[in-house]
């Protein structure tokens, strides 16, 4: 029941963690609101580390699969993309974890994301779990990578089946598939799913939503008060610690901040010029470099329709299994996985409107299968509002694709014909 | 060197018809007459999408393919970029070039990534009249049977709906009839190839599939009938240096079978989104059943795609079949950019092993002829599997 | 005040002089080491046929891959900008520009005020350019205008099917050697077809939108644009002198600034 294996790499991200919050700590110009999203950060793979010390389940679990079922069991979660990207960010290995994978015989059109994360669990960089839980969100790639993992890891899994339509029928056959994952769980770890305390975790995810859209109402103003890669933190405290109360007294600092700033008429960027949508994730790697270009050229990225814009709904706390299945639909990255109707390229040119957008850039993850075949139909349906689309090449995790100065070319140029219009 | 050798001179000569229907695919005379008689064609993808609902609307469904050959696909790149799989972009591109104008609608299945945003491009850039995705679940539990039962019954109620008329339980009955009498003469040529020299090639039974979707079921079964009677009176068999078995996902084009015949590996079966995928398993019509729930049922547990879980209900038919026709290697072939069936190949691989059978990956793109590089891993392949039985 | 627009390529460097909506003068001279040098060397050249002299009043734009690192220029734009106002100004009824230079291939998408609403480039291949098409002449071993004009003749089209440069080198060479060996006139043609694929690849990530016009010293050849028009399936715009066209846009757009009370 305990894990096993070596976590060296874990402990690599510890520091890491640990070092930034510190740094953090001394550093006037940083909120206190990072100093709590880094802490956070800290505190979960610490326990992560320990887990094997504490005698701890692990539940090693995709992306967008829900970690508030693993918290509300009080086992330990770990978040197989999250985990293998600042792996690969703070080690610098990420040739290694890639070429690993491909030893597996993983082919190179899978995408780093699960070549990396099949890799990394082959050197075992990452620890080894105590279950694999999966789904089929948001992709194939997804959808395949639980039954490897379990054979390299030589444990059990479950996966979950998400349909594609937003009915009710289909909302009713996932809480049917929550159940039986609960189910599973409660099995493998000998602990029974607390009722009770995953009501709570719905409340308080219900009002982690409701806070990260009044976050994005203040967005709206110009200037904008959020800095432009500020949206990874939305995005991963709902990936890592979705419904915990850490993330609640996150989210209310970050939004006392925001409110503060718009009271003062101060923006994210000194001398705000250009107000852009981001489709897609930056390459990692790229971060701090885009954040120098973002104050360089008065850019800042106002919204996010697959990060940050969530789907309209309110979650029952009373009815916790059913709730949890109703977020998956409401997550933002679920609007693009399908089907692409008018509902759908309506909410985006809805939130171009909505957050009045000089422009979009679309990070095109050459990995992304799914998502680089959107590109032309969302330049499309934004060409027809007038809002120019900037497609970047570029690759999340791998830096071998796309350079800081072609990146940089490409968005001197869009910004000029942003200007020039 | 041996090849494959055939014996006897002549050749099967009720396989040309089959082969005319590829060579002038999408206008087919059966299909144009078909459409002058004012009658409607749809189109569909993937093995999830129940036809017999389609024909007993009197509907012909035909299958949504790409270009046979490999060819340059500027036009489905720029919408489906470059990193999705060419049969995808290939299907789309007939699409926004008009070669499927004559649809008057399109049927598919979330099935894979490729498909399903092949499917979200159709809607927005290609206007056929009627339009329909099935969500497909990815298990066979019990709940999952239910919840694609519901999608078959929505997607026949759509299609009522569209044609303002109910379509009877008796008609669907007869159509189901008619199309397990495709699938049973499809297996019954699929026996003759158990044998040490089979009547007939892998290319050659590959052009009788690829007419088997794009003609009404009533001449195809005719067609299949009369080969079925010319190979019981003919002589002609064919043997080689290996039996190989082919695994993957879409093949359309024969020439990629023929160049691996050609230098003696005789693909004696296969496993293919357009071959055992397609006709496996029949519909068992239960009494007192409503027919959609038969039908729900078969497609749903049919052999399987590599999307299903758990992935051993796959390699299980696969063992199965190539332990039934005495193969001796397996050749996979995956269209770049196929994510199910990549994944799948490292575990496939290591079964197929424990069996003692060893497999051959190629990476290729849709439309193929299999020239080059294949033929020499090919060749590597059929010199391996010839040391390893002696 | 004249307007002055100064484009750095690869290869030359081209200055055009305006003055209120007329083009003045041009010149066009061969880029050297020093980008600086050669640029006010053309620019000189472009003022001296105006009968003015380099110390009059004047705006400059510059642009091109030494567009930046020109100091006495008032400000640099992009290609993409100055092509889009160039073309729309030479061009008005175009709606799209295939810039075919020498080192890269950009496609630009304009709007009826020539500005740029989308655009495609290759950098990082050499197929669909003009040092390409220098290479493949030198490995006929005829001067590119005779390639040019044999392609017209061409009967067929050999197929050179790499997308890429290098291997696309080792077909062509495959077909001179050939016994018997292809038509000349048939590589040519063959040549160009690959070039314009890769061509239409770029406009097509766009979305073509007549009209659509050519520029850049590649568009000089014949039997490129003859092909072109053909894949395109209409005839394509070619202005008076397409080497000039960037040049031109980013005197236009030293013209705007001197309007704006800039200069």
Known sequence: MTATGDNSKISAIVRAARIITRMSRLNPEVRQSQIMYYQMLSNYFTRLQNAGENGDFVAAHTVFFPAELIYAMGLVPMHTETTTWMTSLFTGECGDILEAGAHLGLASEICTAHRGLAGAFSLGSLPRPDVMLWSNMVCD?????????????????????????????????????LEDMVKFLEEQSGKKMNWGKLSEIVARIDRQIELVRQI?????????????????????????????????????????????????????????????????????????????????????????????????????????????????????EMRMYGPLDERALGSIVDCARQYKVDGAIYYADVGCRHSCATIKLFKDTLTKIDVPVLTLDCDVVDPTITSEAEVQEKMERFFELLEDR | MAEMTTESKSRLHTLDRFREITNTFPKTSQLLEHKQSGKKVFGWLCTY?????????????????????????????????????????SCLQMGLRGE????????????????????????????????????????????????????????????????????????????????????SLLRELYELRKQDKPPITGAETLEVLNASFRLPKEIFNQWLKDLLDEISTS??????????????????????????EEQGGLVVTDELCTSTRYWGDPVILNDGEPPTQALARRYLNNFPCAR??????????????????????????????????????????????????????????????????????????????????? | MKAVGIDIGSLTTKVIVMEDNKILSSAIVDTGDDAEATAKQAMAQALEKTGASSSGDYYTVSTGIGGKSISFSNQSKAITTCLARGTCYLLPSARMVIDMGAESSTVVKLNERGRVVDWANHDKCAAGTGIFLQQMAKLMQIPLEEMARLSLNAKGSADITSTCAVFAESEVISHVHRDPPTPMSDIAAGIYS????????????????????????VALNVGLINILGKEMGFPVLLPESPRFLTAVGAAIIARENIDKGLG
């Open chain 3, 194 to 217: 690959s070039v314009i694929s890769r061509i239409m690849a770029l406009c097509k990530r766009v979305g073509i939108a007549k009209d659509v016009a050519v520029a850049g010293g």
């Open chain 2, 49 to 89: 999408v129940p036809e017999e609902i389609i024909h007993a609307a009197g509907i012909l469904p035909i299958r949504i393919t790409g270009y046979t050959e490999e060819t340059d696909l500027d036009d489905g790149n720029a919408y489906l970029y470059v990193n999705n799989c060419s049969f995808s972009r």
């Open chain 1, 141 to 177: 790639n997804t959808a395949k990578s639980g039954e490897l993992i379990m054979e390299l890891c030589d444990c059990p899994g479950f996966f979950i089946d998400r349909p594609f339509k937003n009915s009710e029928h289909e909302l009713q056959y996932l809480t049917g598939e």
């Open chain 2, 100 to 183: 499927y104008d004559f649809l008057d609608g399109v049927v598919g299945g979330s099935t894979c990534d490729g498909a399903r945003r092949l499917f979200d491009l159709w809607r927005n850039y290609i206007g056929t009249p009627f339009y329909h995705v099935l969500t497909v679940p990815r298990k066979y539990t019990e709940k999952a049977h239910a919840l694609y039962l519901h999608e078959v019954e929505e997607f026949k109620e759509h299609l009522e709906e569209f044609l303002g008329f109910k379509i009877a339980d008796e008609v669907l009955r007869a159509s189901i009839e008619l199309y397990n009498e495709s699938r």
């Open chain 2, 235 to 260: 002589r002609i068999t064919h043997s080689g240096r290996a039996r190989l078995m082919l695994v993957g996902s879409v093949l359309h084009n024969p020439e990629f079978i023929n160049a691996i």
């Open chain 2, 308 to 390: 299903m879980f758990p992935s051993d209900e796959r390699f299980n038919r696969i063992i199965d079949f190539a332990l039934n026709y005495k193969v001796d290697g397996v050749v996979s072939q995956i269209v770049r950019y196929c994510v199910p069936y990549c994944h799948d190949l490292p575990l496939l691989t290591r079964r197929l092993q424990e069996h003692d059978i060893p497999t051959l990956a190629l990476d290729v793109e849709y439309g193929t002829s299999g020239s080059g590089q294949i033929q020499t891993r090919v060749q590597a392949f059929l010199e391996m599997l010839e040391a390893k039985k002696k």
């Open chain 1, 216 to 332: 994005n109402e203040l967005r709206k103003t110009v200037p904008s008060p959020f800095r432009a890669q500020g949206f990874l933190e939305l995005l991963t405290v709902d990936y890592l610690f979705p419904g915990q109360p850490e993330t609640i007294e996150y989210l209310e600092t970050l939004y006392q901040e925001l409110t503060d700033m718009v009271q003062e008429g101060k923006g994210a960027v000194p001398n705000e010029r250009f107000r852009l949508m981001s489709l897609f994730i930056p390459p990692m790697y790229l971060m701090s470099f885009l954040e120098k270009i973002s104050r360089e050229f008065g850019v800042v990225s106002v919204i996010e329709p697959f990060f940050t814009f969530w789907g309209e709904g309110r979650l029952d706390p009373s009815r916790p299994l059913e709730s949890v299945a109703r977020k998956s639909y409401m997550i933002p």
